[in-house]
């Protein structure tokens, strides 16, 4: 058996097996998600209670609610992750999440306008791999030549 592919274009020595994560999406999500708490916890404690248009404490509660609810949301977008191992990759993306062996999979790349990874599995169906994004650039670009080694490697074809 051949050995495991470089995990960069330079050859350095970086695990071939580690999770592939968006880098720029994975920041600007989090970022938000704290940013939304924020503001609108401050919101919630400077809304005026008194007047016609004045918040009660359940108007508070659920707009602290709400911010939690988003930020939630934003939290499972930089959750995207997909985990290779020697058996296959799994991928979780925003709803679901594949399983699959790497004999499943025939082709990598970004399909199209795609903004993310797409796999073309042998059964013809696709799978986005939303954790590489062509919004990182070199480094999604360069995920996604790791990731179709893999499969190379695994698959005894040839990675591209």
């Known amino acids: ?13 970086r695990d071939p097996y580690a999770p592939f994560r968006p880098r720029r999406g994975r920041i600007v999500a989090l970022a938000c998600a704290v ?19 004045g918040w009660g404490f ?6 602290v609610l709400f911010a939690l609810a ?13 985990i290779p191992s020697r058996e296959g990759l799994r991928v979780v993306n925003l709803v679901q999440t594949h399983d699959l062996e790497w004999a499943q999979i025939a082709s990598v790349g970004f399909s199209g306008g795609m903004p ?6 042998t059964d013809t ?6 954790a590489i994004q062509r919004a990182d650039g070199e ?6 030549r790791r990731l179709s080694a893999l499969v190379a490697h695994h698959t005894g074809g040839s990675p591209g």
């Open 58 to 63: 359940w108007d508070r509660v659920l707009l």
């Open 70 to 82: 988003v930020a939630a949301g934003l939290y499972r977008y930089a959750a995207l992750r997909a």
């Open 1 to 13: 058996m051949t050995p495991a592919p470089s995990a960069r274009p330079s050859g350095g020595r």
């Open 35 to 53: 940013a939304f708490v924020a503001a609108f916890g401050y919101l919630a404690v400077v809304i005026p209670s008194e007047g016609t248009f």
């Open 116 to 121: 993310w990874v797409v796999l073309e599995l």
């Open 139 to 144: 480094v999604g670009r360069a995920e996604a």
């Open 125 to 130: 169906e696709e799978v986005a791999v939303m």
